[in-house]
């Protein structure tokens, strides 16, 4: 049974959701958020994708799959690392710096947000990976 | 307020002890969840109560922040936790499938072909 | 010296190689590489002899372990050479026969493996110098021997033998252990002449006798005396060979041996002789008693082997020369007409298919060869002149009297002594004349005739030996002075004759054989000694009991605790964390519980943890599943709301969404899970449980208070405070400890997530394939 | 450029992993790189070994940050020994696992989720936070819980249901230790919180041992002592074989190690502490033993010996004497190699027979003698007999009780030891004797065998070079009662 | 004066949450409970706004955009659910 309402404010209110998740993701060295939670907000946008549409139509319009998803985090997050390795850094080192943009002004780029993508895309796949797989396992 | 933290900690654990020693699988895994929140509530006690700021840095001289570090570690805790209780109530589910029940009990000959 | 490594680890060697050779030479032939390894051992222990019968011993070491006194040292005396040459002597003939005894489907090449590892072991118990070296050795024979006793082990008796001469004999290897260690630490070496000298420090050490009584329950285990004797007649399930060798002749006195080689460090105090005497005088008396009343001819020889290791036990315990001598003559003696004697039967099992003295009769018209070796083994072992046994025996029967001397109520040991001769006398004369004379005997499994030359060679033999040294017994005098000099570390010089004049010895043994002839003769005696058990509760029935109970009990014990009720697990775990903490709290509880300004909060505070508390005893409280999912849903809004006023927006955003997708996955769980059926509680459960609640949630409030009370005053965190900034380049501290200070800690974390989620999906479509693949099969 | 040593046994499996993961379709490459991974661990942990043996303790901060801020990885000689016996283990059991593992779990990630647990198992070796050893258990358990349910038959799912239940809940008790250790010394990195330890004063002392006794019953359950273990023998002999042998073989292992390092280095020789270990490992001793001789299942027994010899492992800790520590370290080793092996060897029984109880079996050495011979020196060293691996770790204890005059223990470790014979003479006896013309499954038992000789092979090793063998792990030992090494190298004193 | 409306607002807010809890507790049908879930969560979206005012920070806004855009999602989980239909097709 599918309800209208759902679906029209689905629609309309599923792009602010994931657009709020990026902002979260890129802020959150500042401000709250961060990759975790900008992760955890992306999925449970998806997740209203799921409540209001079948897992068919989903698939259709979003054909990723999971597992290579999280092996795609994981591998960004680990990858940082072995950078700073390769590099002569201990394991996992960070560092940023600021940059002078014309237009935008200064801004701060940190390794850290490349991490942060990893924690990002990992926690979606799973995040995803479990509620589709027992949404599906029915 | 440290007082009221410390009543609501005991209240979650025991409530979450209540409920594992129930037998159904479903009521364990609640009650494992509020034994979660209770070590999170715990962890933040013991970074202090009430200390100042959210530690999100003023660039201000003089301004005193509550602890992050708790917060660091709970923030870990609370994904591992879920990562943990969505594995264990897919298990849940699972089980229920295998034996047609929600019991926790193991039966009898569960591993004795 | 290179010979000794060469005598001991050659069968070894051999042993390990038997595999491979038996694929070049095959099965058939496997045996001869068991007689070159026995012979080249034997070759070995030749050499030796001039150590072993000369007065200066050959003592060489190679270091092995020495925080543990391990040194893989060996020691040639007299003692160690005597028993070396009747082990690797005994083996060549053991090995020659059993080339004709085994016979298929039995897998050759495994006995001879077996039979060669023993033989290695054996070796080196009785030439290491070092106690636990001798140990180790030990530990193997009783290894060796438990898979040759489990050699037939399709069959029950077998096994069952095999297990009982296992486990018996190790409770004494285990004691043996834990004395060796004891004494090793008081006096800091293993080595046995060195011990020697430590004599006296050790007589006079506090744990004398604990230590004494551990290796002794070593030695009495693994020679069967009483009440250990009862693994040996099962181990008598063994192939013949393996009974002949092992046990009769060498391993079995392995106990006495350890007590010989003890015996200077041990033997000058009371408790020696009170327990070492006595018990080799109760297992004589009594093994002589149960040979009488069996009918299987192994059984008798092998209760007829326990009660002669306590005899020999006996003497050695009296702790005096002639003991010792006696001792060292009547092994020799011993082994030669036991081995043999072991052998014949079985000869007459091989060739007629029974053991059962009752069935046999009559075969010294079939088998005349065989009755003549087991008329000398018989008398040998009655102690009739002109055979050794009978030497022995009296140099026993002497030491015997000698120790009225000593103390007047030791009387009994010569007085018992007597009666387990008389005993001896009966059933050695059982065996020869109830199986070779009277009536032939009909309906046998298989027609009797005399065996091929091959089995006659190797109890030939030892008959030969038999005869000769009991008319001229000088011959073993260099052995036995050799190894009496070793016993005692005193110099021994004593000449062998078979006359020695009218001495008390001479009258107890004349003694001996009239009552045993008396005996033997009137029938209504021996039905008297038959009809009726001593005991109903003998050793055997007790470990017959205790096998299958201790099992049982466990299975017992087990399952009350692990009743597979996960609900009581957690109550072991919550009892412990309580027990302990809050003893460690009770115990040191002088310190603050209280907190100051514990209960300063707004108003609105308490009503949100009003809230809070509602929220959370609601999700035990509800009986709908729904409801009890809203109720956690509400409990993580409130937990948010406390971070909020904590002062912490990550955690409260990070709790929020995590609370979301809980309650999400926690209503597509119900929506699979089938509606609950209400288990009724009964009241007592209820109280139970809410017991075990308020008792831990009041334990962990408590807790948490006390360690508040006691908060750090600084710690790490002002550190990332003061960098985050100039370091890490982020305001947000949380965040940048997260991806920055602790980004292992994140790392672990998604880690954590990436499997929990490759898990699920693993777990919901493996389920799936299976739920297919079922379906299809119906 | 600096010295990655340390990390390499947490990076090694981290990266296989993630490569395994994107060569999900491909068994293949999948199979050759978990055994490609163990044999670079095994090769970086020797190292590891000679670089801390001639430097001293190597200490490693992640990220580049100093102690006690950041997360600290510090390799000393426990940890090499244990690193050593994680990456042998997994070495055997991936050679094992290359012809044991089905091709469904196989599909399903079965490669990825071993080398994760690998990660999981060497970063609880060489942390030196505790929180981040919180991480690591939860990495190890995590993938532990997925492989026991791995493959979804009925009884894995219902053995790991309760496996998931406890440790989920231990883990939170786990966080409350943590959580109070915070609150009381205000820092995590545990040679910081040694000194912390150090200086606090009497009252605080008091709550500290309290607190470490929590975390007691956490690395207990974790670690299946008596009375916490009772939802082992249920878990862990449901999985592949392969995997239950890991389980055994360093899991439990974790347990031990966490309880070494926390009563060496953050709480050290409290009479209270040590006695309440000692009793708890002479309990553990007796009962697991006597559970494992009421069984006839051929894994529970096993894992029921696990239990008990845990317990042997713990007393040496609870000596606290070098000679004690250095005995458990022994027996540490030993039991991994034996265990593991023996668990292997129920696995080719198993598929042999068709059967996991052994009353079921029988004649096995009619057709394997050289199987059934692995088998043998594998049951006799676990029973202690001489001249085996288990031998010598017993002698060790013996000889650390007797200088200690604990002769009560010394007695327990030999009846402990009597009855482990007795069940190993049991399996022995029904499952390897009996029937003269058994009837077999078709095995290629050859193909299976290797990682049981490797593993054997090195328990022999370590009885016939006993006396280096102990040498080394007295040196750990004595590292592990000065504590001041510890943290000076990690704080830089 | 602000602080003082504050505070009351504050614990009328707490005090509506915990009689929220009574309408999850009483029911007495499962849309109620639900009702009473989503409730809490708008009670708490106001808490947080309120305590900022309070505290003067704007920290804590972000999780008060989060709560107003996302806490529906659980209602609509349940939601379903109560309609028996699939809770994902």
Redesign the interface.
């Known amino acids: 049974m599918i309800s209208l309402i759902l679906h029209r404010v689905t629609r309309v209110i599923i792009h602010i959701l994931l657009i709020f998740s990026i902002f979260?993701l890129l802020k959150?060295?500042?401000?709250?958020?961060?990759?975790?939670?900008a992760g955890?907000?992306a999925?449970?946008s998806i997740?209203l994708v799921y409540l209001t549409y079948d897992i068919e139509t989903v698939k259709r319009f979003m054909p990723i799959s999971?597992?290579a998803m999280?092996a795609l985090?994981?591998f960004f997050?680990?990858g940082m690392?072995l950078g700073g390795v390769v590099l002569g850094y201990p394991?996992?080192t960070?560092t940023?710096d600021y940059f002078q943009i014309p237009l935008v002004g200064e801004i701060?780029l940190?390794t850290?947000l490349i991490?942060?993508i990893?924690?990002f895309l990992?926690?979606v796949?799973?995040?995803l990976?479990?509620?589709s797989?027992?949404?599906?396992?029915? | 307020?440290?007082?009221?933290?410390?009543?609501?900690?005991?209240?979650?654990?025991?409530?979450g002890?209540?409920?594992?020693?129930?037998?159904?699988a479903?009521?364990?895994a609640?009650g494992l969840?509020?034994y979660g929140?209770?070590a999170?509530?715990?962890i933040?006690?013991?970074?202090?109560?009430?200390?100042?700021?959210?530690?999100?840095?003023?660039?201000e001289a003089g301004i005193s922040?509550?602890?992050?570090?708790?917060?660091?570690?709970?923030?870990?805790a609370?994904?591992?936790g879920?990562?943990?209780?969505?594995?264990l109530?897919?298990?849940?589910?699972?089980a229920?499938?295998?034996h047609d029940s929600?019991s926790?009990?193991?039966?009898e000959e569960?591993d004795d072909k | 010296m290179f010979s000794v490594l060469w005598v001991v680890f050659i069968p070894f060697i051999f042993a390990a190689l038997t595999?491979l050779i038996q694929k070049f030479i095959g099965e058939d032939r496997i045996g001869l590489w068991g007689v070159i390894a026995a012979l080249l051992s034997f070759g070995g222990v030749l050499s030796l002899a001039g150590y072993g019968l000369g007065d200066e011993p050959l003592y060489v070491i190679y270091?092995?372990?020495?925080?543990?006194g391990?040194t893989l040292g060996f020691y040639i005396d007299g003692l160690s050479w005597l028993f070396a040459f009747l082990i690797s002597g005994i083996g060549v003939l053991i090995n020659l026969y059993a080339y004709w005894y085994l016979h298929k489907?039995d897998?050759f090449g495994?006995f001879f493996a077996y039979l060669l590892f023993f033989m290695g072991s054996m070796l080196g118990l009785v030439l290491s110098s070092n106690l636990?070296i001798l140990?180790?050795f030990w530990?193997?024979t009783?290894?060796s021997s438990?898979l040759l006793i489990?050699y037939w082990?399709?069959t029950e008796r077998a096994?069952y033998g095999?297990?009982k001469s296992?486990?018996v004999t190790?409770?004494g290897g285990?004691?043996m252990?834990?004395g060796a260690?004891?004494l090793?630490?008081i006096t800091g070496t293993a080595e046995f002449p060195e011990l020697i000298k430590k004599a006296a420090f050790i007589q006079e050490h506090a744990l004398f006798f604990p230590i004494l009584l551990l290796l002794m329950l070593g030695a009495f285990s693994k020679s069967a005396q009483s009440p250990f004797h009862i693994w040996l007649p099962d181990a008598m399930e063994a192939p013949t060979p393996v009974s002949a060798f092992l046990h009769s002749s060498t391993m079995v006195k392995a106990g006495v041996f350890l007590i010989a080689r003890v015996h200077p460090i041990f033997s000058g105090r009371e408790e020696w002789i009170l327990l070492i005497a006595s018990i080799g005088l109760i297992t004589m008396v009594l093994g002589a008693y149960y040979a009488l009343r069996k009918v299987d001819l192994k059984a008798i020889l092998a209760y007829s082997t326990v009660s002669q290791l306590g005899l020999m036990i006996m003497a050695l315990g009296f702790a005096d020369v002639l003991g010792a001598k006696a001792t060292a003559f009547h092994i020799m003696n011993h082994a030669a007409f036991k081995g043999m004697l072991f052998l014949v039967v079985g000869i007459i099992d091989h060739e007629t298919g029974t053991r059962d003295i009752s069935r046999l009769s009559g075969l010294r018209f079939t088998m005349p060869k065989t009755a003549v070796l087991a008329f000398i083994g018989a008398f040998a072992s009655a102690g009739i002149p002109l055979f050794n046994g009978f030497l022995s025996k009296e140099l026993i029967f002497e030491a015997a009297y000698d120790q009225i001397g000593v103390a007047s109520w030791m009387a009994v040991f010569p007085v018992f002594a007597v009666v387990g001769s008389i005993l001896t006398f009966t059933y050695s004369m059982k065996i020869f004349f109830r199986v070779f004379y009277g009536e032939e005997a009909k309906e046998l499994p298989k027609h009797p005739h005399d065996p091929p030359f091959g089995m006659l060679f190797s109890p030939g033999l030892l008959a030969a030996v038999t005869v000769i040294v009991g008319i001229l017994p000088f011959i073993a005098e260099r052995f036995v002075n050799a190894a009496t000099a070793a016993i005692t570390q005193q110099p021994a010089d004593f000449y062998l004759t078979i006359w020695h004049g009218f001495t008390p010895a001479l009258w107890m043994s004349v003694v001996t054989v009239a009552i045993g002839i008396v005996l033997y003769s009137r029938k209504a005696l021996l039905e008297v000694l038959h009809s009726k058990p001593p005991f109903g509760l003998t050793v055997n029935a007790m470990y017959d009991w205790w096998y299958p109970n201790?099992?049982?009990?466990?299975?017992k014990?087990?399952?009350v605790?692990?009743?597979?009720?996960?609900?009581?697990?957690?109550?072991?775990?919550?009892g412990?964390?309580v027990v302990?903490?809050g003893w460690?709290?009770i115990?040191?509880g002088?310190?603050?519980f209280i907190?100051h300004?514990?209960?300063?909060?707004?108003?609105?505070?308490?009503?949100?943890?009003?809230?809070?508390?509602?929220?959370?005893?609601?999700?035990?409280?509800?009986r709908?599943?729904?409801?009890?999912?809203?109720?956690?849903?509400?409990?993580?809004?409130?937990?948010?709301?406390?971070?909020?006023?904590?002062?912490?927006?990550?955690?409260?955003?990070?709790?929020?969404?995590?609370?979301?997708?809980?309650?999400?996955?926690?209503?597509?769980?119900?929506?699979?899970?089938?509606q609950?059926k209400e288990?009724k509680e009964s009241l007592s459960v209820k109280i139970r449980?809410?017991a075990?609640?308020?008792l831990?949630?009041?334990f962990?409030?408590v807790?948490?208070?006390?360690?508040?009370a006691?908060?750090?005053?600084?710690?790490?965190?002002e550190?990332?405070?003061d960098n985050?900034?100039e370091l890490?380049?982020?305001?947000?501290?949380?965040?940048?400890?997260?991806?920055?200070?602790?980004?292992?800690?994140?790392?672990?974390?998604?880690?954590?997530?990436?499997?929990?989620?490759?898990?699920?999906?693993?777990?919901?479509?493996?389920?799936?394939?299976?739920k297919k693949k079922k379906d299809s099969s119906i | 450029m600096i010295n990655n040593l340390a990390v390499y046994p947490i990076l090694i499996p981290?990266v296989a992993a993630i490569i395994q993961l994107f060569f999900a379709k491909n068994t293949f490459v999948q199979r050759v790189l978990s055994v490609v991974s163990s044999a670079l661990i095994l090769i970086a942990v020797v190292f590891l070994y000679i670089d801390v043996r001639t430097n001293g303790i190597q200490v490693y901060w992640?990220?580049d940050?100093v102690a006690?801020?950041?997360?600290t990885i510090v390799a000393d000689l426990l940890a090499c020994f244990m690193l050593f016996l994680s990456a042998l283990a997994s070495l055997a059991m991936s050679a094992y696992a290359m012809v044991d593992i089905d091709a469904?779990?196989e599909k399903?990630?079965h490669f990825?989720?071993f080398q994760?647990l690998l990660?999981?198992i060497n970063?609880a070796f060489l942390t030196g936070d505790i929180?981040?050893l919180f991480?690591?258990y939860?990495?190890m358990l995590?993938?532990s819980?997925?492989l026991l349910?791995?493959?979804?038959?009925a009884r894995q799912l219902r053995g790991s249901l309760?496996y998931v239940?406890?440790n989920l809940?231990?883990s939170t008790?786990f966080l409350?230790g943590i959580g109070?250790i915070?609150?009381?010394?205000?820092?995590?990195?545990m040679a910081?919180i040694a000194v912390?330890v150090q200086n606090a004063d009497?009252?605080?002392?008091?709550?500290l041992?309290?607190?470490s006794?929590?975390l007691?019953?956490v690395f207990?359950?974790k670690t299946a002592l008596v009375?916490?273990f009772?939802?082992m023998?249920?878990a862990y002999p449901q999985p592949p074989v392969a995997t239950a042998a890991m389980f055994a073989a360093i899991m439990t292992k974790v347990g031990v190690y966490s309880i070494t390092r926390t009563f060496t280095l953050m709480f050290p020789g409290d009479e209270?502490t040590l006695t309440?270990i000692k009793i708890v490992a002479v309990a553990s001793m007796l009962?697991g033993v006597?559970?494992a001789?009421?069984q006839t299942n051929f894994r529970r027994l096993l894992a029921f010996h696990s239990v008990s010899q845990v317990g042997f492992m713990v007393l040496g800790v609870g000596f606290f004497s070098p000679m004690g520590l250095a005995g458990s370290i022994y027996f540490v080793m030993h039991h991994s190699m034996i265990k593991s092996s023996l668990f292997l060897c129920s696995g080719i029984a198993e598929r042999l027979t068709g059967n996991r109880d052994i009353k079921k079996m029988g004649?096995i050495?009619?057709k394997h003698?050289?199987y059934s011979a692995l088998f043998l020196i594998a049951a006799?060293s676990l029973a202690g007999?001489?001249?085996f691996s288990g031998?010598?770790g017993?002698?060790?204890l013996?000889?650390a009780g007797?200088?200690l005059n604990e002769?009560i223990f010394?007695?327990a470790i030999?009846v402990g030891?009597?009855l482990t014979?007795?069940s190993m003479?049991?399996i022995w006896?029904m499952a390897y004797?009996?029937?003269?013309e058994p009837e077999f499954n078709k095995v290629k038992v050859g193909s299976f065998i290797w990682g049981i000789i490797i593993l054997v092979g090195m328990s022999m090793v370590l009885a016939i070079f006993?006396?280096p063998v102990?040498d080394m792990v007295l040196e750990a030992a004595e590292q592990l009662l000065d504590p001041s090494q510890y943290i000076n190298a990690v704080l830089r004193k | 004066m602000i602080e003082y409306l504050a505070?009351i607002i504050?614990?009328i807010?707490?005090?509506s949450?915990?009689l929220?809890?009574?309408r999850?507790?009483k029911?007495p049908s499962?849309p109620d409970?639900?009702m009473?879930?989503d409730t809490?969560?708008v009670n708490?979206l106001a808490?947080?706004v309120i305590?900022s005012i309070v505290?003067g920070t704007e920290?804590?806004f972000?999780?008060v955009l989060?709560?107003a855009v996302?806490?529906f999602?659980?209602t609509v989980?349940?939601s379903k659910?109560?309609m028996k239909g699939d809770?994902?097709e």
Request: with cysteine; hydrophobic share 60%.
């Open positions: 979260l959150g060295h500042n401000e709250p958020g961060g990759g975790f939670i955890l907000m999925s449970v997740v999971y597992p999280i985090g994981l997050a680990t690392g394991f996992l960070q940023f701060e940190a850290a991490f942060d990893g924690v990992t926690v796949g799973a995040t990976l479990i509620i797989s027992i949404g599906e396992g029915s | 307020m440290i007082g009221l933290l410390a009543i609501i900690i005991g209240f979650l654990v025991g409530t002890t209540y409920l594992i020693l129930k037998k159904t479903f009521k364990v609640l969840v509020l929140q209770a999170n509530l715990l933040i006690t013991m970074g202090g109560v009430k200390l100042g700021e959210p530690p999100i840095i003023l660039r922040y509550s602890d992050p570090l708790v917060q660091a570690l709970i923030l870990t609370i994904v591992i879920f990562g943990v209780t969505s594995y109530l897919v298990l849940v589910y699972r229920y499938q295998a929600d926790v009990d193991l039966f569960v | 595999p270091e092995w372990a020495p925080t543990f391990l489907p897998p495994r636990i140990i180790i530990e193997l009783t290894i438990f489990g082990s399709h096994r095999a297990v296992i486990l190790s409770v285990l004691a252990i834990g260690v004891i090793t630490v201790i099992m049982l009990g466990a299975e014990l087990i399952g605790f692990q009743s597979q009720k996960i609900r009581f697990y957690f109550m072991y775990i919550l412990m964390v302990l903490c460690v709290l115990r040191d002088h310190f603050r907190p300004d514990l209960m300063h909060a707004e108003t609105y505070e308490y009503l949100g943890a009003l809230a809070f508390i509602l929220a959370t005893i609601g999700v035990a409280l509800f709908s599943r729904l409801a009890k999912v809203i109720s956690l849903g509400v409990v993580g809004y409130m937990l948010c709301a406390t971070f909020i006023v904590l002062r912490a927006p990550d955690l409260a955003l990070t709790q929020l969404l995590v609370d979301i997708v809980t309650v999400i996955l926690f209503v597509l769980v119900i929506y699979f899970l089938p609950l288990v449980d809410l075990v609640a308020g831990t949630g009041a962990v409030t807790f948490v208070l006390a360690v508040y006691h908060r750090h005053t600084t710690s790490v965190a550190y990332f405070l985050a900034y890490a380049g982020g305001t947000n501290v949380v965040n940048v400890i997260l991806v920055d200070f602790r980004t292992f800690d994140t790392l672990g974390e998604i880690i954590v997530l990436a499997i929990a989620g490759l898990g699920v999906y693993a777990l919901v479509r493996m389920g799936v394939a299976h | 981290l992640m990220s940050w006690p801020f950041g997360i469904n779990r399903y990630f990825p989720l994760l990660m999981g970063g929180f981040n991480v690591m939860e990495v995590m993938a819980y997925v349910a791995h493959g979804s038959e309760h239940m406890i809940f231990a008790f409350f109070l915070y609150g009381i010394t205000g820092t995590l990195n910081d912390a009497p009252d605080t002392q008091g709550l041992t309290a607190v006794m929590m007691f019953v207990g359950v009375p916490l009772f939802w023998p249920d209270f309440v009962i006597l559970g001789i009421a004649g050495i009619e003698p050289f006799f007999l001489p001249p031998f010598f017993k002698l060790i013996l000889f007797a200088e002769y010394l007695a030999l030891g009597f014979l007795f003479v049991k006896q004797w009996g029937k003269r006993v006396q102990y | 505070l504050l614990i807010i707490s005090l949450i915990a929220c809890m009574i999850v507790y029911g499962t409970r639900v009473a879930l809490i969560a708490v808490f947080i305590l505290l920290m804590f972000d999780a989060v709560i996302i806490a999602v659980g989980a349940i659910y109560l809770i994902i």
